[in-house]
């Protein structure tokens, strides 16, 4: 399901089951400050992208969004990510260009990964909190706060 007010690029590859909210913006050129190739963009089989969301076009490789991801309102994603499988974005979260986002993790409300940055599979990354080049993340973990600390880990339940 794609909303009649989505701009969808002609470069961007959507599986089946996918669903994607009103006034989002998929696949535009990479912001970047030389021309870059529009490598596109690929999302996977049964993520949802709820609106006005958007994802920006890789400038060296397609920037990748995995299954069963849940995407909320007004989150962006950089040119060149990677966003795993069964990834939640939440309102407001911010990932730069470049960045891997691990499989299972949670980016909680207006958080910001700066781009080149990597965060391990299943992380929750705090409201607002702020992720760095000199984080030092491990997988399963829990971290708020501007820059990101550690909290223990996270356990589901």
Not at 42 to 48: W, Y
Not at 114 to 140: D, E, R, T
Request: positive net charge.
């Amino acid at each position: 399901m794609i909303h009649p007010t989505a701009i969808i690029y002609p470069n961007v590859k959507i599986e089946e089951n996918v669903s994607i909210g009103p006034y989002c913006i998929i696949g535009s050129p990479a912001e970047w400050k030389s021309n870059k190739e529009n490598m596109g963009v690929v999302i996977r089989s049964g993520t949802i992208i709820t609106g006005m969301v958007t994802i920006d076009s890789g400038g060296v490789h397609p920037t990748y969004i995995g299954e069963n991801c849940y995407i909320m309102k007004h989150a962006h994603i950089g040119h060149d990510s990677i966003i795993e499988d069964n990834v939640t974005l939440s309102c407001g979260a911010k990932i730069g260009g470049h960045c891997i986002i691990g499989e299972g993790t949670n980016i909680g409300l207006n958080a910001v990964i700066h781009q080149k940055v990597s965060v391990p599979y299943g992380c929750m990354i705090g409201a607002s909190s702020f992720v760095g080049k000199k984080s030092n993340l491990k997988p399963n973990h829990k971290y708020v706060g501007v820059p990101v600390r550690e909290l223990g880990e996270n356990i589901k339940k």
